[in-house]
Every structure is written in structure tokens, then in C-alpha cells.
């Protein structure tokens, strides 16, 4: 039973690669390789008059994430990224089913406790993890804020969203911060 379980296991390992894997050859001829599963995957949801938040390429955002990478203390200037994201019906037609009905849009952004980031300097904390458990960084979140004028043909509602991590000072002791919270999107008829 042993040999037929190592046997299946060696099988696996062939048919769907193994990370590491061989040696650098050292002799003519001989050869090494190495090889990791590979899946390509979506879902195709229907389209209708929900509303929905995208990206760019018009592809539902699951999660917007900014990773800011490794940045050294006492080394690493202050890093931002940024992302663009749309307000639209999950259709993409114009918000309006009769061209004559307007909206407000608003962007907004809570942190896990609900308070307000990403207006009037309020900033989304970074807590620490592991070694730094006891740390924060203080980052910030910058997007269209205030009530937005939508139009009856309008068909989107865009903000580009910008992620900012400070430089960071040699005594910022190292390890993973995350912070987290909710982007959301509210559409209100005139």
C-alpha cells in the first residue's frame, strides 16, 4: 500500500510539476526543468441593472488592493499607487431607463470600525504583523469625494483611487501591515 501511495505521489509530482525542481544540468546533454500547476479561470455573471464597481478594462472588482511592495525603513520614499474604478449598471447601459431621470453619485471609503478615510486628511491605518504587531503606518486614500452630477444618458461614474504609504523612518520596525475597510459607491435619484 506504502509503494502504491509513494508511487501516486511521484506521478503527481511529474504530471503537475514541482516547485523546486531538478538541478542545473552540469554534463552536455543532460538537462533540468521545474514546473508549477498552471489554471487559467472566470466567471461570467449575468448582466442586468445592478449596480457594479470596475476597473479600467470593465472587469468586476472583487477587492481593491494596493500592494505597495517591500519598502525599506529609513530607505524607501513615499509610495503611490493608483487604480481607476467605475460606477456602472452590470448591462452598461445609461443609468436612466427613460433620458430623463438624473442622480447623484458618491464615492466613499470606511475603515473596518466605519469611520470616514479618504476625505478632509483622514487616513486608513496600517497595523502591524508579526515582529511589528504592536506598530502602525498611517496611509491615505485620495478619490472623487462630494455628491457627483449624473446625466440620464450618463453610463458611468469614474474616480481614479490613489493609495499613499509615507516614507517610512529607520526606527519603523519591520514585518506586514494591512489595513482594510470598504469602497462603496452610492447612486441617489434627483
Do not use: C
Amino acid at each position: 500500500m506504502k509503494r502504491v501511495l509513494f508511487g501516486l505521489l511521484a506521478v503527481t509530482a511529474v504530471a503537475f510539476g514541482a516547485n523546486p525542481g531538478g538541478s542545473v544540468p552540469t554534463t552536455t546533454g543532460s538537462s533540468g526543468s521545474v514546473g508549477v500547476p498552471l489554471e487559467v479561470r472566470v466567471t461570467v455573471l449575468p448582466k442586468g441593472p445592478q449596480l457594479v464597481l470596475v476597473d479600467e478594462n470593465n472587469v468586476l472588482i472583487q477587492k481593491l488592493s494596493f500592494d505597495h511592495g517591500n519598502m525599506v525603513a529609513g530607505l524607501s520614499t513615499e509610495s503611490t499607487l493608483e487604480k481607476e474604478v467605475r460606477l456602472m449598471r452590470a448591462d452598461g447601459a445609461a443609468f436612466a431607463t427613460n433620458n430623463s431621470d438624473t442622480y447623484k453619485a458618491k464615492f466613499e471609503a470606511t475603515d473596518l470600525n466605519g469611520n470616514d478615510i479618504g476625505s478632509n486628511g483622514k487616513v486608513l491605518v496600517l497595523n502591524g504583523h508579526g515582529a511589528a504587531s504592536s506598530e502602525k503606518i498611517d496611509s491615505t486614500l485620495t478619490f472623487r469625494t462630494g455628491d457627483i452630477p449624473v446625466a440620464a444618458a450618463d453610463k458611468m461614474v469614474t474616480t481614479k483611487v490613489q493609495s499613499t504609504v509615507p516614507a517610512l523612518s529607520d526606527t519603523q520596525a519591520s514585518g506586514l501591515y494591512v489595513g482594510s475597510g470598504t469602497f462603496k459607491a452610492t447612486l441617489t435619484m434627483n
